[in-house]
Nanobody, 120 residues
Framework: EVQLVESGGGLVQPGGSLTLSCAAS????????MSWVRQAPGKGLEWVSS????????YYSDSVKGRFTISRDNAKNTLYLRLDSLKTEDTAMYYC?????????????RGQGTQVTVSS
């Protein structure tokens, strides 16, 4: 059974930073592309960032490029998202998502999420 457990969210002031983590189990983590997606209150799901199975390539949405950093530790089966220079519009539930395979970056399954609130 695939399990994705996010942690690290919280309340932070504008300009602040957070690091989100996602502990993965139930599948060969190092063989799958992984992503972060988010959902702001009253809005649809938004893709944030994706990473190649061994971290060779990373991709970001225009809204977070230069401020967020995705990474992974395949030895620990853990995905990370470093959030810097946070803005109020980054407030959302953040989800870790598993792709369909090594070259399939489309989020197929996701965890329960961790809340990030950016407010002064």
């Amino acid at each position: 059974e695939v399990q994705l457990v996010e942690s690290g969210g919280g309340l932070v002031q504008p300009g602040g930073s957070l690091t989100l983590s996602c502990a993965a189990s139930g599948f060969p983590f190092s063989s799958y592309a992984m992503s972060w997606v988010r959902q702001a209150p009253g809005k649809g799901l938004e893709w944030v960032s994706s990473i190649h199975p061994v971290g060779t390539y990373t991709y970001y949405s225009d809204s977070v490029k230069g401020r967020f950093t995705i990474s992974r530790d395949n030895a620990k089966n853990t995905l990370y998202l470093r959030l810097d220079s946070l803005k109020t519009e980054d407030t959302a539930m953040y989800y870790c998502a598993k792709g369909g395979g090594s070259a399939d970056y489309i989020p197929r399954e996701r965890g329960q999420g961790t809340q990030v609130t950016v407010s002064s």
